[in-house]
């Protein structure tokens, strides 16, 4: 890691089903650029996650060193140029924002979550509430998000288009929850 790389306007993801490849990996890709190790490290089943941060350009480039390592180990990956605000917000803390309608969109890879929900959060007058990357969750991710009903249809529209063929594993609007919902969101 380059503890002088800037923060950066790019956010970066691979995900691996090898924990071994994924620490090789992961050296590779913060050794070719000037980037930010956001997290790296296991998650379940049996697989390792590596975020990063930095210039766009970096970012680039080092996903590709990582994606060159990673070979056939590789499950998904993402590159985002420039994440929504809260994207970045909610993946270091949940959000507190009142209860309107909710929406939940469950996917089976890290990547997809990350891609449905900042999809989501550029799409509509949304808030994100919650974000889990495959912990505790069988390796799969869960987004939370909150806001005004047509608000969230759209988010939720916009969030399953991003996903990806295949990997998601289930939508809902929830229109009027209960307050006592805020408890069970994890």
Known sequence: MH?????GPALG???????ARG???CDAMVKKAPVRLVRAGTTHP?????VIRGGVDEVDEALGAG?????????????LPFPHAELDAVLTAPGDWPLEALGVLETFSIAATLRGADAALKAAEIHALRL?????LGGKGVFVLTGLLHDVEEAMRAG???IGAGLLAGAEIVPNPHP??????G
């Open 46 to 50: 049996g697989k390792y996650s590596i």
């Open 23 to 25: 620490v090789l990996t």
């Open 180 to 185: 006592d919902l805020a408890d069970a969101l």
């Open 132 to 136: 889990r990357l495959a912990d505790g």
């Open 67 to 79: 994606r060159a390592v990673a070979a056939d180990a590789l499950i998904d990956r993402l590159f």
């Open 3 to 7: 503890g002088d790389a800037p923060e």
């Open 13 to 19: 993801l691979l995900e691996l089903c090898s924990v």
């Open 160 to 162: 399953r288009a991003a």
